[in-house]
């Protein structure tokens, strides 16, 4: 199985307007909806097989592939946000990005 979700740390168009009809509707307890889409795909592949198949069935700015649902629950999940950093790349170059 190839499950194509929403990269990890990001809201889709999809749920934003989801979650609000739901709301909308009554559904007051719905936090937030999500769609993802399972490809199933006969035979056996190798993990060089399996990757190309998975850059097939994805847009990889937007979204990432699972191989199994346990780990599509991580979409959910909320980490604490990090402080916000500056990288002075005009006066630093390359180095201030290698060295931060």
């Known amino acids: ?3 194509v979700l929403p990269r990890f ?9 989801a979650s609000d009809i739901a709301r909308n ?3 007051s307890k719905i936090q937030r909806l999500e769609r993802g ?3 199933y ?7 060089t097989e399996a990757q190309v198949i998975a850059d097939s069935l994805h847009d990889r700015m937007t979204q ?13 999940s909320h980490a604490q946000p990090k402080p ?8 630093g170059g390359r180095a201030a990005l290698e060295n931060p």
């Open 25 to 27: 509707c009554g559904l």
């Open 1 to 3: 199985m190839f499950l």
């Open 37 to 39: 889409i399972a490809f």
């Open 41 to 47: 795909v006969e035979g056996q592949f190798n993990e």
């Open 64 to 76: 990432l592939v699972l191989g199994d649902l346990e780990q599509a629950a991580n979409l959910f």
């Open 84 to 91: 916000l950093t500056a990288v002075d790349i005009l006066g």
């Open 9 to 17: 740390g990001t809201i889709s168009p999809w749920s934003s307007k």
